[in-house]
């Protein structure tokens, strides 16, 4: 089992990078891959899942994110190509706020994850998350609501335009709806 691999970026694609180290090329899956720049030089934490017909890697630019994502994949029903949209549409904070909160809203937003899957999630991993984020982890305190918004068909233009007039110390589904009423009006 590998921890992480540190290479060169040699490649980006749809949902991949090819990371080349000691003049092999890995193809790993990964939330983001445009979040990696060419020809650089990264240390890409890595999973690697093998099953009898197929063997995968999975990268991640933080440990944070690698850590997240390994409890992701715990849950019944939730399998690594279905944990990476959720980690490349949603902060690190923001879903795991989501799951100790319950709010199943906000779970349901992500691809390929309805009502049944996002209680599962919560009854599987809440109170069970224990990551610390980095200082560099994003953390804003609308991050979630911008999120939630655009889930629901907003531009993040119009939406940022409101959040100043949004109460922080609302829960995340009072702030919801008190966005929506600026947002209708």
Not at 64 to 88: N, R, T, Y
Request: charge should be negative.
């Amino acid at each position: 089992m590998y921890s992480y691999m540190i290479g060169k970026v040699r490649e980006v694609e749809g949902n991949a990078i090819i990371l080349e180290v000691n003049g092999i090329g890995y193809l790993i899956n990964t939330p983001n891959p445009y979040a990696f720049d060419l020809n650089q030089e990264y240390q890409v934490y890595v999973y690697q899942q093998i099953r009898e017909d197929e063997h995968s890697l999975y990268g991640f630019k933080t440990k944070e994110e690698k850590e997240l994502f390994l409890q992701l994949i715990g849950v019944k029903g939730l399998g690594p190509k279905m944990a990476l949209p959720i980690l490349a549409t949603g902060s690190i904070s923001g879903i795991m706020d989501a799951i100790e909160r319950e709010n199943i809203l906000y779970l349901k937003k992500f691809p390929k994850i309805g009502e049944k899957l996002a209680r599962q999630i919560v009854l599987d991993l809440k109170g069970k998350i224990s990551i610390e984020l980095s200082s560099d982890a994003p953390t804003s305190g609308y991050e979630e609501l911008l999120e939630v918004l655009e889930g629901l068909g907003y531009k993040e233009k119009e939406v940022r335009g409101i959040l100043p007039k949004v109460d922080a110390s609302l829960s995340i589904e009072e702030q919801v709806k008190e966005a929506l009423k600026f947002l209708l009006r």
